[in-house]
């Protein structure tokens, strides 16, 4: 027979009594200490919070995540967060998927009833988050800027694509390595307005198409199908270039698809009509063979049109700057709603959510070129680099002036260059008029990661002298280690690492920029989870049992 006792949890400043098996508890309740006795010295300790300086860094702030139901429910999840931390953070139910409808409008009456809440409790509200790419509802934003459908009686040129380079996106075009792109000043486009694309073909190639341009369209061409190219050019130097039917970029199908283009040091417009042959055929990408001239190439105002012999219903894409229109329309009806609808609790926003480029650290993310989840959607697609300024701007607007507003990235740690490419885009921002107070860091580690790392990381965020933020913390044994196979040796290193972090934190960080730190999973994760799944990442087991991980919180609070 199973020998019972009673594991003692503190929860809300009263004891819970939570009977289980003694072999249950040693090999994962309990987290695997060495005895129940190590287990009750666990159990001894205050809440976390009470180990904070109030006195000497009053504006410190600990942290949890927690899910909107679990808070509200006023259960275990939401006693233990109230005795522990200072500060709650939704996973999910302030994103603009969970507020923003189908039809656009946003369902703000679960948000506010948390917000209040939390206030009454004497918890604060991390405002989680405005502008994302991911856990959005883009089905509703993709709908705001998808095709005009007209109906015509006559035949007409429909767009099929095109590019006037007002914005940054670029998800119909792209070059090849031996280009280099920029785009001009304002007012240095075509006629003086606006703005071009300016490639650079920097020598003499040995062939021209080494050095190219694409436009890239959908449906590719058919058989017998009449297009018109229409666009304006100029180059530094007197230059002509063919184009290639390529079946996507870089797949070459056809030498010639629109002719010969020549181009002088004046704006010229291009229009060159065709009817596809068998040999264009399934083709999507018209390449422009800039190679043959060394010079800097001028383009804008592209447009390709697919004749439509007999009309009727008629699909008109948008242009580049209409989407940005919508898009940042879109953006102030999200930021300005939610904004207002919690400015009376929540002072302190998440305004922009993992905008920097895993693999060019130095540039933003993009959904250009690769599937994307159903609730995925880019603003920095459609309103260029400056996205995240507009968001910045418009939650300073709409919100309290003293209002403190975060820019948050993930692996910070574990890739400098993407630390130091987050810096430069807070600079960026900054130079666009925006104001940025702080940089968050999200930290979701293990407890074998490159300490070395971290103090780098920590050392370059300090030197911004902007406030610091561990906004994500949660922190798994070794890379698939899963809670069943996790010993006590591990979760001896997992308390070590928790210390280790929290004491660089407030080693590195100086006083008047240390905003908080916030514990992403309280909680083991369950294996049915869809974050860090059946992972041992939290301060209690699932079954609300302190773990050795939360001595290494404490102790990382006391050595500070």
Known sequence: MKQLYKATLILAGSVVLASCSKYEALEYEVAKPATIADQEQINAYEPLKSYLDRQGNPGFKLGAAVSLNDYVSKGLMYRLVNSNF??????????????????????????????????????????????WHANQ?????????????????????????????????????????????????????????????????????????????????????????QYELSMKIRSDAPASFSTQAHVTAGAYKHWDFFGTISSTTQWTTYTKQITVTADMATSGAIAFNLGKTATNYYFDDITLKKYNATGGQVKVEKTAEEKRMLITQAMETWIKGIVTATKDNVKVWDVVNEPMDDGKPDELKTGVGRTTAADEFYWQDYMGKDYAVKAFQLARQYGNATDIHFIN?????????????????????ESKGAKVDGIGTQMHINANGDREKIIEMFTLLAATGKLIKVSELDMGIASG??????????????KEMYTFVIQKYFEIIPKAQQYGITIWSPLDSPASSSWRAGEPVGLWTEGYVRKPAYVGVVEGLKKK
């Open 409 to 429: 990235d993930y692996n910070l740690e574990y890739s400098i260059a993407k630390c130091r490419g987050l810096i430069k885009y807070v600079e960026y921002i």
């Open 481 to 494: 280690v899963k809670t069943p196979q996790a010993t006590a040796a591990d979760y001896a290193a997992q």
């Open 86 to 131: 200072d500060e709650i953070t939704l996973g999910y139910e302030m994103k603009h998927g969970a507020v923003v409808q189908a039809n656009g409008e946003l369902s703000l009456t679960p948000v506010t009833n948390l917000v209040n809440l939390a206030k009454s409790a004497g918890i604060s509200v991390y405002g989680h988050t405005l502008a």
């Open 137 to 225: 509802n883009a089905t509703y934003l993709k709908g705001l800027i998808a095709p005009t459908i007209t109906s015509s009686t006559g035949p007409t040129w429909d767009l099929v694509t095109g590019a006037d380079f007002e914005t940054d996106a670029a998800a119909n075009y792209q070059v090849n390595a031996n280009l280099t792109t920029s785009f001009t000043a304002a007012g240095e486009g075509a006629g003086g307005n606006g703005r071009a694309f300016k490639m650079t073909n920097a020598s003499v190639r040995a062939n021209d198409w080494e050095a190219q341009f694409f436009l890239k369209f959908s449906p590719a061409v058919v058989a017998g199908e």
